[in-house]
């Protein structure tokens, strides 16, 4: 059994920052690509970022490139997703999830966490 743990949501307003972290246990995420997705309310759940296992490659969505920067330390199993010069629209619970390729991932990841929410004020 696998969980992904979210945390460092809140209330921010436009323009500010936010740095969510995810933290896995149980089943070993060696050699996991990890990442992050968000749901706003009465919206599809979205791609926002993900990171290999090596770290050496990540992806971003269009929409937070320049803005949010992930990383992880594998040591921990943890991935963190720094998100600066927030908008309105970023606004959404923010899953975690792992698989095992990058690829996989960013279409139907195997493991999900509960979701932290973020909310962002104009």
């Known amino acids: 059994q696998v969980q992904l743990v979210e945390s460092g949501g809140g209330l921010v307003q436009a323009g500010g920052s936010l740095r969510l972290s995810c933290a896995a246990s149980?089943?070993?995420?060696?050699?996991?690509?990890m990442g992050w997705f968000r749901q706003a309310p009465g919206k599809e759940r979205e791609f926002v970022s993900a990171?290999?296992?090596?770290?050496?490659?990540?992806r971003y969505a269009d929409s937070v490139k320049g803005r949010f920067t992930i990383s992880r330390d594998n040591a921990k199993n943890m991935v963190l997703l720094q998100m600066n010069s927030l908008k309105p629209e970023d606004t959404a619970v923010y899953y975690c999830?792992?698989?095992?390729?990058?690829?996989?991932?960013?279409?139907?990841?195997?493991?999900w966490g509960q979701g932290t929410q973020v909310t962002v004020s104009s």
């Open positions: 999830a792992a698989d095992t390729t990058i690829v996989a991932l960013t279409t139907a990841p195997k493991y």
């Open positions: 149980g089943r070993t995420f060696s050699g996991y690509a």
């Open positions: 990171i290999s296992w090596s770290g050496f490659s990540t």
